[in-house]
């Protein structure tokens, strides 16, 4: 018999129907020198009947083995597997999971083109329970090319994040040699076993293809042993596998690695548990904490720092046995956005609670300054709302008792305060039931509710199509709406009665109404049939919903909702525009404006359309805007929401396309209309077929970027260098180039003409808007945005200490932070008054204006603030990275800047220190700057472009 090249042991215990699924994606491998080696766990079903079936079936290819007894996990019998392997490589596959059918021959390649003890592949979430069978990629950063790595030390990710040993192919010899073995009588035998295969290789090989398919039941009555977290022994067994590793990596010397597993451990292994602490009772979280904090012990302090906020802080509090906020941290781990904490603020910064602020690690973790709470108005994130007690009369009356955040007390005592309890259907579009609260006030730092409802006599649910509702309390605060749900916190609420109900679909179909509790901790109810009769018709409902008129049904709704759901998407609507409202007659006079794909009434499309209204042009004014309320803009134009039906058709039926960067991609421009493209700014970065990235697309996707471009029939620009850079990047044909300088610019040009001609700066109506103190110099700092190396924006954060800034300069300066319009800023309360965030603010131009001073990096809007004449500070600190490594620059800033390039804080600091100097230093710099940069800028811009396209005839 001859040799297989690999040997895929397949494990099963009481999984006799997904068995034979499993075998033939083995068997089926376009590879197909594979033999199987099914090892059954002494399963109590047909399990290894199944297997010599196989076997028979499919001689000298699979093999099947029993252990004696059940060994409660999957080292035991993959040990067994590896034993009786003949192949020259081995893998291992679980009997409800599948390889993809070229896994083998993939992988296989790969280990011998680069002669690896290892290679491991892509594997695939299926949830196989979905209604779609979504898929999810399991770590695919670490698999988005072809590498191959001398160590594990060279990608640590690897070891911290791809614990799996079933997406892998390894040398059996490699295996033997090294005597590597899957712990038995513990759970979470792969991270051990993947650790001491990373550590003993002598190379690792990655490739880019989906190998395996891990599938993922979430509805299953029997939860898989990783899933099953609200048992005690689960945690204990991560924990002491946890330990095996941290082990086995010191014996090695390899001491580094386990930083990056502490982190990970913070972040995800015991995010998992913690998540569960409301829920669980006290015994549980006893033990829990006792294991977690003689692991926890052992954890790296500079870990902490590289978590998310909330992973922190739970960490913190457990080890301090803090329940009381512990657990609201938890909750608010478990439910994203909802803030479960009334907040503490000392010395200007906002944390977590009061407690343990005299710890100086206990400050740091706790500060939660950056989220933002102190903010954010109330109505933009869920208020923890937690129940206090809860009572029926066995019958069909509650009495609830709860009570509601109030963060900072940003509720006031004298607030207008009203309130109601509201029963809604989980399904969308379905009823509700409200009832008034019989007692609403503030105690403390949170709002006690309190809330009686006739349940048996007011909710008339359905019956089948409704049978979960949710609990909601709605609060009236001076004005605004506030929804929250209702957590169950450490109230019992499953030994409570099950109360009367009528369904609409009579009492047949269910008698009785549950209280229960959601997967997030959440208050619901739950219909429930506990008469024999509605039992008996409650079955007879399930045994018809099987049936093929059942299904038949099912599949009509499941196609109506596809039709609704398809005709808002993309594909439709891009169908509609070139279909339908393409062939609609182009409408004269009819202008659509666009900023910054909707998101701002600004820029040089705000200065062109207010130009036209000065001059009383006849036209009809569209504005796009972005988001669900629009803000900002006129009162005297028509507003569309982006990608909407109405912004289509108007885009088809416009005379004049004007916006700064670019209408949808896909949506063709009609002969009819002329694109005025005003673009937002001079390049110091490399644009367009410049840039790295776009020079590695395929010959079809610059082809399709390239058409997105020629829809320009105008592009404006300010200076022979935007002729050279942008225009070049875009490849614009040269009489597509519009000489007028930029109409966003025109009111910059004439504040320097009025400061010359007057000798005084005049500050204007937004000075004192902000609140600006007349004596103090204002200083602009405005950044670009910064993007990793898949292009996704970074997460803001000012790269100096704007505490300290206002310590230092805050009796003589005003500083305004204005980040990019894809960033936001989140301002410590203790720099109020002395430093502002002022991105909310839709146009940059009139705080350019009455800025006595710019800071910025490598913005666009240096080439802006130059026409102004006043000093810049150009805060460089990443330069080497952006210039070099992401997208490269057309010139280098540090020789033409027209101020000081500083790279440190104390530098900056130092610079501001001296800005009256650097005015006069760089003021030639300044003079040069403008002229190449800014040769076209002479302030009439916007009436050039009026006069060319809206007052003297044709638009071509």
Known sequence: ???????????????????????????????????????????????????????????????????????????????????????????????????????????????????????????????????????????????????????????????????????????????????????????????????????????????????????????????????????????EHRVEIHRRVDELLQANGYEDLKFHKDVKFLKHDLVLHLRDLPLVDHEYRREFRDLANAYLAAVAPDAYDEVQPFQAICAYLLRRNDWANLLPAAQALASPGKLTSSLVERDGRIYWCAEHLDDPEGARILDVT??????????????????????????????????????????????KLAGTLELRARRTSLQSFRFPLTSLAHDGDVLRWTAEANIAGTLRPLGVIDAVWDVWVILEVDGETLRTRVAVGSIDVDSAHALQVRPRLSRLVADRIKPSVSKKGNLSYVLAAESRLSARTQNLIQHALQSKAADLTKTSLRKVRKAKKDLHSGRTKIRVYHEAFSKLPVKKGLVVFESHLGKQYSDSPKAIYEEMRRQGVQFEAVWSYAGNQPTGFPDDVTLVKRWSYPYLRALAQAEFWIDNQGFPLKLT??????????WHGSALKRMGFHEPRLKLRSRAGQDNFQRTLDRFDHFLIRSEHDAETLAK????????????????????????????????????????????????????????????????????????????????????????????????????????????????????????????????????????????????????????????????????????????????????????????????????????????????????????????????????
Not at 669 to 678: D, N, V
């Open 1 to 235: 018999m001859p040799v297989p090249d690999v040997s895929v042991v397949v494990i099963v215990y009481n999984d006799a129907g997904r068995l034979p699924t499993a075998v033939q994606s083995v068997l089926g491998q376009t590879y197909q020198s594979v033999e199987v080696l099914i090892v059954d766990d002494c399963s109590k079903d047909r399990s290894f009947q199944v297997a010599k079936e196989l076997e028979a079936a499919h001689p000298g290819r699979v093999r099947a083995f029993q252990l004696p007894e059940n060994s409660g996990g999957c080292g035991a019998p993959r040990n067994y597997g590896i034993s009786e392997a003949r192949g020259t490589y081995v893998m291992f596959l679980d009997s409800d999971d599948v390889l993809e059918k070229n896994a083998c021959r993939n992988m296989i390649a790969a280990a011998e083109r680069t002669d690896a003890d290892l290679v491991s592949g892509m594997c695939v979430r299926v949830y196989v329970d979905s209604r779609h069978a979504k898929t999810v990629e399991w770590y695919p950063w670490l698999y988005s090319r072809s590498r191959t790595i001398e160590s594990i030390t060279e990608l640590p990710d690897l070891l911290v994040f791809d614990t799996l040993s079933t997406n892998k192919c390894y040398r059996r010899s490699f295996v033997l040699e090294h005597n590597l073995q899957f712990p038995v009588g513990i759970h979470y035998e792969d991270l051990l076993f993947s650790a001491q295969a990373y550590v003993a290789a002598g190379r690792i090989a990655l490739i880019p293809n989906h190998v395996y398919f891990w599938n993922i039941s979430e509805k299953a009555s029997t939860k898989s042993i990783s899933n099953r977290r609200h048992e005690i022994a689960n945690f």
């Open 370 to 415: 950056g989220l933002g709470y102190h903010t954010r108005p109330l109505t933009s994130f869920p208020l923890g709302n937690r129940l206090t007690s809860y009572l029926d009369n066995g019958v069909g009356k509650v009495r609830l008792s709860g009570s509601v955040v109030n963060p900072l007390g940003r509720v006031t005592a004298d607030a």
């Open 669 to 678: 421009k009609r002969e009819e209309t002329t694109y005025i493209q005003t």
């Open 729 to 956: 990047g875009f490849r614009l044909r040269p009489e597509v180039l519009t000489r007028t300088g930029y109409p966003r610019n025109d009111k910059l040009v004439a504040a320097r003409k009025r400061e010359a001609e007057t000798g005084s700066r005049e500050r204007g109506a937004l000075a004192a808007e902000l609140g600006i103190d007349e004596a103090k110099t204002v200083l602009l700092y405005a950044p670009t945005f910064r993007a990793n190396a898949q292009g996704t924006v970074k997460r803001f954060e000012p790269p100096f200490d704007v505490e300290d800034f206002a310590w230092r300069f805050g009796d003589r300066y005003t500083l305004l932070i204005r980040s990019h319009y894809l960033n936001q800023v989140v301002l410590p309360p203790s720099v109020q008054g002395r430093v502002l965030d002022v991105t909310g603010l839709h146009d940059i131009t009139p705080l350019l204006a009455l800025a006595d001073g710019l800071i910025t990096d490598y913005s666009s809007v240096m080439f802006d603030y130059s026409l102004l004449d006043r000093p810049m500070i150009f805060f460089a600190y990443d330069y080497e990275e952006y210039a070099n490594e992401t997208r490269g620059t057309y010139f280098d800033l540090r020789e033409k800047a027209p101020g000081p390039v500083v790279t440190t804080e104390s530098e900056l600091f130092a610079a501001v220190d001296e800005l009256k100097a650097t005015d006069t230093e760089y003021a030639e710099a300044r003079r040069r700057f403008v002229a190449g940069f800014g040769e076209y800028d002479q302030g009439d811009a916007a009436q050039q472009i009026v006069a060319k396209f809206f007052t003297s005839g044709s638009g071509k």
